[in-house]
């Protein structure tokens, strides 16, 4: 943040020259009295804005004016206005890292079943674009989503002309928000898709495998999500140098030099950009058409891709989630609008949204899989670096405090202790962990066995592979080893041949693969509380009971891979 330079008092040679003493009179006394007057309405008008301006640091609530028919081509590229939900706590500003907020739209053409992304853009109520959105040239009767991200506690969305109504717009149920989340006509978007996917017009791809021989993880795989799953967007803005804003856009990256990326802390953009980058997998992506069609990830792209090809147990909102909680208190129908705006089934009586058994998917599958794939993320960039010191302490620290108290107490559900305890440094900052996944966990997969045995190490002719899972060359073969943690063996595929390591068959290393001990989990160390200092609450109105929310990935921090 900018701060004006008061002006400095005269101190030159002027001042210093002798001056002959004057008489008093009341002329005198009223004429330096208004000049005082003046000069104290002047510093009024000055200091209140600078303190509303330091103020904005503490004002996580916001609300968002959504411009009229928000479903058109017009109303896209209308520009969304941020403003306070409470001035009195202080302004809003979409600048502000902290207050940022987000809208990610989605097109589907019905003829063809193609998608296609928008992402409208945001300002601060009175001010203008630092360049004017494009356009966008919709399909024929084209249906439009949209999806709302904030990185500050309580995001409202606020009409103009009646646009929530005319965008289908959810914020949350029974007068209590989401939180950080909201939706514009998603529930005909996903209908709309999942009629194209029917037809056989539109194909999810498929997942790929990961790195660690795995399938790629998706949003709805409880080794990626946390204590409220599937909320945020991709949608990244530029900041120019006297904070006005632009669609993030090849045109406007070269004509705004030197203007800076706002991205959301979403766990959207932490599978699309973090760990498909770490896993060498990649994500679903879509023309933009407000950037040349210019492939992006989305939120919606995420969901469907998810829904088609997740194994199971398969991750759904559960009704301890922080953003479907009605003044702390679960509640069906908010969780049930939740899952709409993400194609998520409600809950019924196969599906009943238990967070007991969430948490037990969770704990079976994140730590093995976190610890499977530190090979891969220990060296990869943290998200948060006022978090973490890696994308492996990041993941670790953000299960410990999803699964612990301040999160979806899985702790206290499940009564046990929790699997990861990670070690700060001095300024709170997680640089370790250790992970005890010898919980009935099945190796990291969603679905699978339930053997209580921990991946170990394997040594294949001298060289270790961590978790028995990775690449090696056996007999100038390129081989995949993986841990099958359900039957407790490893398997080698060469060349498509997938054999036990002790059947000898063609294909298999002159020396058999010799397991090494896994690493030591060290239960001492301390357990991180939060995501970062700063805990935050979201899920209901200001004027309810909120519940402490830990903060999640912080804005700007998510390694900026190309996509």
Known sequence: MQTQIRPKRNVGPESLKPRRPKRFSPLMLIGISVPLIIILIAGIVVIVPRINSHAANANMNCSLIVPPNPLSAKGLATPYQLVATDPNMGPCNEANAGQAAFVQGAVIDPAT????????????????????????????????????????????????????????????????????????????????????IRRGQLTPPALGTAADGMACPTVRDFSVIDMDQSDNVTT?????????????????????????????????????????????????????????GKMVPALPLNEIQAAAHQGAPMALVPLGDPMTLNNNNADNNKTNLYRRGVDQPVINNTNNGNTTT????????????IQLDAQFTKNRPSPDPAAANSLFTFLAQRFNTAFGQNGLNCTGLLNVQNPIQVTTDGNGVAINATINAGNGNNGGGNGGGTGNT?????????????????????????????????NNQINFNCNGAQNPPTQGQPGQPTQPAQPTQPAQSNQGQPALSRLSPRSRTRGNKPNQHNQARAHKVKPNKIPQIPL
């Open 113 to 196: 079943g193609q998608i296609s992304v928008y992402n409208p853009l945001i300002i601060d109520q009175g001010t203008q674009p630092a360049a004017q959105p494009v356009v966008p040239n919709l399909p024929v009767n084209a249906i439009v989503g949209l999806w709302f991200g904030f990185n500050g506690n309580n995001l409202t969305l606020q009409g103009q002309n009646n646009s929530l109504a005319m965008g289908r717009c959810t914020n949350g149920a029974n007068n209590s928000i989401f939180g950080q989340f909201a939706y514009c006509n998603a529930r005909a978007f996903f209908a709309a898709a999942n009629n194209a």
């Open 236 to 292: 990244t803005y530029l900041i120019t140098g006297n904070g006005t804003i632009a669609q993030n856009t090849a045109a406007n990256v070269a004509a705004l030099q030197n203007a800076q990326t706002q991205v959301n802390a979403s766990d959207n953009r932490l599978l699309d950009v973090a760990l498909d980058g770490a896993l060498n997998c990649q994500p679903w992506t879509a023309p933009d058409l407000a950037d040349n």
């Open 358 to 369: 969430y948490c037990k998917n969770y704990l079976n599958i994140a730590p093995a899989r």
């Open 454 to 486: 921990a991946a170990p190490n394997c040594s294949v002719n001298g060289t270790v592979i961590n978790g028995c899972t990775g690449t090696t060359t056996i007999n100038n073969q390129t081989c995949q080893v993986t841990f099958d943690k359900a």
